[in-house]
């Protein structure tokens, strides 16, 4: 097996338009690859896809050498969606009890998680009352119960602070180190940076996949941002 | 399927409504307050009174559950949980069955308290056991559940969720025998009639109230209820769809 998740030339309809023009790559296992791309690029239906709750037009997409969708995968992966998909009448506890008696998972993960995703002053709170950061950590939290071997991740980070956004992308990397495959979607370059490779996706095709370095030296500049303009713009020439 | 995630989605749903105490308020003392007139409207005609009361108490689960089933399924499915949970190790079963553990937990309660209110308080009377017609009404509510399910999959807002009460319900009311014996119905109402889950449930609990013992008319009565549940639900449970477009 050469990559966690392999997608081999995935075409998905949405409304009738195609939103992903047979795409193909591969993400590596134990790494945090990141999916970079404009808003509309088709990072969530990409996402959508490894996860398996998406209907696909054409390709194949493996994930832990099963088919995406498979009833095994199930357990194996956690999936955090952008909108956070929580109960917003339960409490932070609640919600994660609920999931984590779905996936087997005792109160102890509950409450390390709670504390893993800096909730521990809400974990009694009901959910709506909440910031929307703070609903996206609860979100986050759902996803990693079941320490997972494969976490999807679609803009885990969005409208959370610096410091915090730090904080969580130090925790991909030591899950990562764990062994885990993480594969995270951002349309914040600078995000770009903390990934081990870049999956650059733009208008439903892929751009480039490279490392930060690697993207650097093909473009020749040293912000990210300026690579992915150099390289569109190479694209159109 | 498993017998935790049934349960965790049963207890999970029970959480949420108790967030919402105003709601099981209203469930439990509308249907008091609506006998009660019911009792008042017919103060001088006692026999009225006994001949509506015992069915509109058997019958108000089903509108209850079938209107709160139908709203938190479509938040559910326009949240996102939805697809969260299926892409878990969550048979659709357990979600349903979930589901129906925990609307008929709150149909107990209401038909416990109306039948309190209508037996104990207004002089209701019926010919068999008031325990029988809380459990024609707790399985009327999970009827209703059962179809609150199914056909919140055609509705994309709350507002036309709302809008399958008039649609869907009302008719069914008014059809049921309820307000004009189905003998005494045209022909082709009479037709419609047969084809509608209300008229069961209205008739089971009709034959109740008013005989001693309950005969092979009340238990197919019975097993259409209990049939048509069951339909609803495998109709529902295809409306779950672990993929989407």
Known sequence: MTGAVEIRGLRVVRGGQEVLHGVSLDVEPGRVTGLLGPSGSGKTTLIRSVVGVQIVAAGDVTVLGLPAGSRELRARIGYMTQEPAVYRDLTVRENLAYFGRILGVGAGRVDELVERVGLVDERDRVVGTLSGGQRARVSLATGLLNGPDLLVLDEPTVGLDPVLRRDLWDFFHELAGAGTTLLVSSHVMDEAARCDRLVLLREGAVLAIATPGELRELTGVDELDAAFLRLVEGGEQ | ?245
């Open chain 2, 1 to 245: 399927m498993t017998r935790r995630a049934t349960a965790a989605t049963g207890l999970r749903v029970l959480q949420q409504l108790r967030r919402d105490p105003r709601t099981i308020a209203l469930i439990v003392v509308v249907p008091c307050v609506l006998v009660f007139l019911v009792d008042q409207l017919f103060a001088d005609r006692e026999q009225v009174f006994q001949q509506v009361g015992v069915p509109l108490l058997g019958l108000f689960p089903l509108v209850s559950m079938f209107l709160v089933t139908s709203i938190t399924m479509l938040r559910e499915r326009t949240s996102g949980t939805l697809e969260r949970l299926l892409a878990l190790p969550l048979a659709k079963l357990d979600l349903l069955l979930g589901y129906a553990i925990a609307f008929a937990a709150l149909a107990t309660l209401q038909g416990v308290v109306v039948s309190f209110v209508g037996f104990g308080l207004l002089g209701l009377e019926a010919e068999s056991p008031t325990a029988v017609i809380v459990l024609l009404a707790v399985a009327n509510a999970v009827l209703g559940m059962a179809l609150g399910l199914f056909l919140s999959a055609f509705a994309r807002t709350e507002f036309q969720a709302v809008q399958f009460m008039p649609a869907f319900i009302l008719p069914q009311i008014l059809l049921c025998g309820l307000l004009v014996p189905r003998e005494e119905m045209a022909e082709w109402l009479q037709w419609v009639s047969a084809l509608m889950p209300f008229t069961y449930a209205y008739d089971a609990l009709e034959r109740a109230a008013t005989g001693a013992t309950l005969g092979v008319r009340f238990w197919a009565d019975v097993a259409v209820v209990v049939g048509v549940t069951v339909l609803a639900l495998v109709l529902g449970a295809g409306t779950l769809r672990r993929r989407t477009p």
